[in-house]
T-cell receptor
Framework: SAVISQKPSRDICQRGTSLTIQCQVD?????MFWYRQQPGQSLTLIAT?????????ESGFVIDKFPISRPNLTFSTLTVSNMSPEDSSIYLC????????????FGPGTRLTVL | ELKVEQNPLFLSMQEGKNYTIYCNYS?????LYWYRQDPGKSLESLFV?????AVKQEGRLMASLDTKARLSTLHITAAVHDLSATYFC????????????????FGQGTILTVHP
């Protein structure tokens, strides 16, 4: 299975600043996604990180707030812009292994606290 | 809009007992996932269920899928303390023209606590 790493693992940020989260996969993957888990909640899909084109955002998420880059098949970044306390969440990178089983794996997550 | 509902949301069990977590979803899907999350940790993949009638087992956990009823179950047999965690089911909607790989809709999660 793919091994996913994220940086930073956690951060505490001030309101109005931005944070860029990195996701690195140990093998090339076609599909990479960013999810958010708000405190005590389930996970919600933010966007699909497309290699070579703009990310595809889900309803309620916009590029200006969550710009995403995907320069190659093993790496992506998610930026949380102009942060407010409501952005305090765990942000997780996820990849799908194509094939008969189609398992989907999640990175260790980045725990963000906005003061 | 796809909705995924789990019940119960909280489950307190005694060691050695059996119980079932239910996952209902509202639209057609061709795959369903079960994950485990320990406090402060990421998600661990437990099962991927790909077809109607699929049943998978790993240790004390067994998952099944009924696509006609849009229902999956996660059965816990003879619970032990190490199974204490939050369990999520997640569904990929089956869109016209193909599946939406990776675009999971999650249930609310079931917080399982196993007591001695």
């Amino acid at each position: 299975s793919a091994v996913i790493s994220q940086k930073p693992s956690r951060d505490i940020c001030q309101r109005g600043t931005s944070l860029t989260i990195q996701c690195q996969v140990d093998s090339q993957v076609t599909m990479m996604f960013w999810y958010r888990q708000q405190p005590g909640q389930s996970l919600t899909l933010i966007a699909t990180a497309n290699q070579g084109s703009e990310a595809t955002y889900e309803s309620g998420f916009v590029i200006d707030k969550f710009p995403i880059s995907r320069p190659n098949l093993t790496f992506s970044t998610l930026t949380v812009s102009n942060m407010s306390p409501e952005d305090s969440s765990i942000y997780l990178c996820s990849v799908v292994e194509l094939g008969p089983h189609g398992e989907q794996f999640f990175g260790p997550g980045t725990r963000l606290t906005v003061l | 809009e796809l909705k995924v509902e789990q019940n119960p949301l909280f489950l307190s069990m005694q060691e050695g007992k059996n119980y079932t977590i239910y996952c209902n979803y509202s639209t057609t899907s061709d795959r369903l996932y079960w994950y485990r999350q320990d406090p402060g940790k990421s998600l661990e993949s437990l099962f991927v269920l790909l077809s109607n009638g699929a049943v998978k087992q790993e240790g004390r956990l067994m998952a099944s899928l009924d696509t006609k009823a849009r229902l999956s179950t996660l059965h816990i047999t003879a619970a032990v303390h190490d199974l204490s965690a939050t369990y999520f089911c997640a569904v990929v909607p089956l869109n016209a023209g193909g599946t939406s790989y990776g675009k999971l809709t999650f249930g609310q999660g079931t917080i399982l606590t196993v007591h001695p």
